[in-house]
T-cell receptor
């Protein structure tokens, strides 16, 4: 596609439920990133994919968080047993392999509210 | 390890006045540096980037930034503020070949334009 697409744009869920957030990167972008943006906290790096592999999962805040990427394209971030502190905007970005040169292209984010 | 410090979580300027948003970085190697802008309920959009070419970088919407190695700074400026510049601005750093950590972002500066 022309840009990075994220769905849903907004999600309200009850505490304890599982949620899945989807990211569809720009076609041809091999690198994909998930960030979390909490109010007043800036952007927190969660996980990075190069192709389907995630070399570094240490940014995931707890074992309730997991992510996968299939076919070198779409990625899903899953949060199990959601807690109120999980409420945030989850941003996805993609880039070509040499990301440092080009920077990232971000999606519009998924605003997650846990009630 | 790399880090970014943005001085001032909020900056207020009058329409037509100079905009100056400060960014200082820490990096063990010559970095790549980026400024992103985020309008309400949108993702981040790349304003400009420094990747070891010219130290004065011009971006979109009349913004520019100067890389000063001696001061480890990459401040963002615009000669004359416009109401449409009101947004959140993020400075980010990446180390070439830095692996899976992705970009490291500052906490952001909220730019307020007074009429």
């Amino acid at each position: 596609g022309a840009g990075v697409s994220q769905s849903p744009s907004n999600k309200v869920t009850e505490k304890g439920k599982d949620v899945e957030l989807r990211c569809d990167p720009i076609s041809g972008h091999t690198a994909l990133y998930w960030y979390r943006q909490s109010l007043g906290q800036g952007l927190e790096f969660l996980i990075y994919f190069q192709g389907n592999s995630a070399p570094d999962k240490s940014g995931l805040p707890s074992d309730r968080f997991s992510a996968e990427r299939t076919g070198g394209s779409v990625s899903t971030l899953t949060i199990q047993r959601t807690q109120q502190e999980d409420s945030a905007v989850y941003l996805c970005a993609s880039s070509f392999r040499d990301r440092e040169i080009y920077g990232y292209t971000f999606g519009s984010g998924t605003r997650l509210t846990v009630v | 390890a790399q880090s970014v410090t943005q001085l001032g979580s909020h900056v207020s300027v009058s329409e037509g006045a100079l905009v100056l948003l400060r960014c200082n970085y820490s990096s063990s190697v010559p970095p790549y540096l980026f400024w992103y802008v985020q309008y309400p309920n949108q993702g981040l959009q790349l304003l400009l980037k420094y990747t070891s070419a010219a130290t004065l970088v011009k971006g979109i919407n009349g913004f520019e930034a100067e890389f000063k190695k001696s001061e480890t700074s990459f401040h963002l400026t615009k000669p004359s503020a416009h109401m449409s510049d009101a947004a959140e601005y993020f400075c980010a750093v990446s180390e070439p070949g830095g692996g899976a950590d992705g970009l490291t972002f500052g906490k952001g500066t909220h730019l307020i334009i007074q009429p």
